[in-house]
């Protein structure tokens, strides 16, 4: 069965971290581009941070030096640890591949001030 399957998400204090995972079956895990997306109430999906299958990663300027995604290709899981966070970091968060393109169901992060 292809699927992703998120976890790790939460309530935190504004300047706290959380460690988002995100487990993939079905699929063959190394050769994907993996990415972070997360969606506020009110507010159109956007991409947090990818790492392709070389690495390489990228973010979205609002996060960067305060996420950082990696990625085990041994346990097909890829990860996103969310260090400083802010109150405009809450929404929920997907996971996502290319290879086929599919979704997570979401978790939800919640940073309170």
Known sequence: QVQLVESGGGLVQAGGSLRLSCAASGIIFRINVLAWYRQAPGKQRELVAL???GGSTN???SVKGRFTISRDNAKNT???QM???KPEDTAV???NTNIPPIW???TQ???SS
Do not use: H, K, R
Request: aromatic share 20%; glycine share 10%; hydrophobic share 40%.
């Open 51 to 53: 790492i392709a299958n």
């Open 59 to 61: 973010y979205a300027d």
């Open 78 to 80: 890829v990860y996103l």
């Open 83 to 85: 260090n400083s966070l």
């Open 93 to 95: 968060y997907y996971c």
């Open 104 to 106: 997570g169901q979401g």
């Open 109 to 111: 992060v919640t940073v």
